[in-house]
């Protein structure tokens, strides 16, 4: 087994003992928004910056975080929480939402190597990025998904529970609950999908495409598969639904 197998699990239950942070008032909450974005809620082998990444370190907006090929790393920010496996690097930042509904700035989890694991809260504060796509829930549900880079243009990516949306310029996919794909981002001007991409559907005619989907099977995501022991390891044995026992409340 792989020693980073083992550690999957322990950051999981390690991080179920942080509870979510209280309500706090409305000017304390835009103070603390200002100066934290997440905790580190347990690592191993991995750095912060230039340094080494400890338990129960403040993250801030640009904090970059890399993990060793044998190292792992879990973060939360807010009732988001993230685990990096090893060699993946990871970069925190605050953007400005684009949605006018939403007024609350957003926190983005940068993936530009490796996989990682998530599980996203439904009010869509925290999202992922990788390449520039920006991944977060598509329905009114916490959501689990596991995400791989591959190269500059393409990563896979899994819906464990919930599906995901894909937002990409002007072009945006829905992975449902259960699938795997393999997503190519198009970053020219054109519309014609790689030959090699079967496309999951048909966009109406003369909209401009930029994500390409191609299914995948289901253990195709090798490098997080080790990530179902970090779901399912909090799991009663007595659980008489599958992946049912450990959803957040």
Same mark, same amino acid.
């Given at each position: ?30 103070? &603390? ?8 809620? #347990? ?56 949605? !006018?509904?939403?007024? +609350?700035?957003?926190?983005? #989890? ?9 599980? *996203?809260? %439904? ?10 796509? *920006?991944?977060? %829930?598509? #329905? ?12 500059? +243009? ?21 992975? !449902? ?14 519309? &014609?999908? %790689?030959?090699?991409? +079967? ?5 109406? #005619? ?11 099977? &289901? ?6 598969? &080790? ?14 639904? !599958? ?7």
């Amino acid at each position: 087994m792989r020693p980073q197998s083992r550690l999957i699990p322990i950051f999981l239950v390690v991080s179920l003992l942080f509870p979510s942070q209280p309500a706090l008032s409305a000017d304390s909450r835009d103070a &603390t928004d200002v100066e934290t974005l997440g905790i580190v809620v #347990a690592s191993h082998s991995a750095t912060l910056g230039n340094g080494i990444a400890s338990d129960g370190a403040t993250l801030y907006n640009g904090d970059r975080l890399v993990t060793s090929p044998n190292g792992g790393l879990s973060l939360r920010s807010g009732d988001a929480m993230l685990y990096m496996s090893g060699s993946t690097q990871v970069t925190l930042h605050r953007t400005p939402s684009r949605n !006018p509904v939403i007024k +609350k700035s957003l926190i983005r #989890a940068d993936v530009s190597s490796g996989s990682i694991s998530f599980s *996203l809260s %439904p009010d869509q504060y925290f999202l992922v990025s990788a390449h520039g796509a *920006l991944i977060g %829930p598509a #329905a009114p549900m916490p959501t689990l998904g596991e995400i791989t880079i591959l190269d500059q +243009k393409a990563f896979e990516i899994r819906a464990r529970r919930g599906p995901l949306k894909i937002v990409y310029r002007d072009d945006s996919e829905i992975i !449902p609950e259960g699938k795997s794909y393999r997503v190519e981002l198009d970053d020219s001007t054109g519309t &014609t999908a %790689p030959a090699s991409i +079967k496309t999951k559907q048909v966009h109406p #005619a003369g909209r401009r495409r930029f994500i390409f989907l191609f299914l995948l099977g &289901t253990a195709a995501i090798a490098a997080v598969g &080790t990530a179902a022991g970090y779901i399912q390891s909090v799991e009663s044995p007595d659980c008489p639904q !599958p992946n049912q026992c450990s959803r957040p409340n």
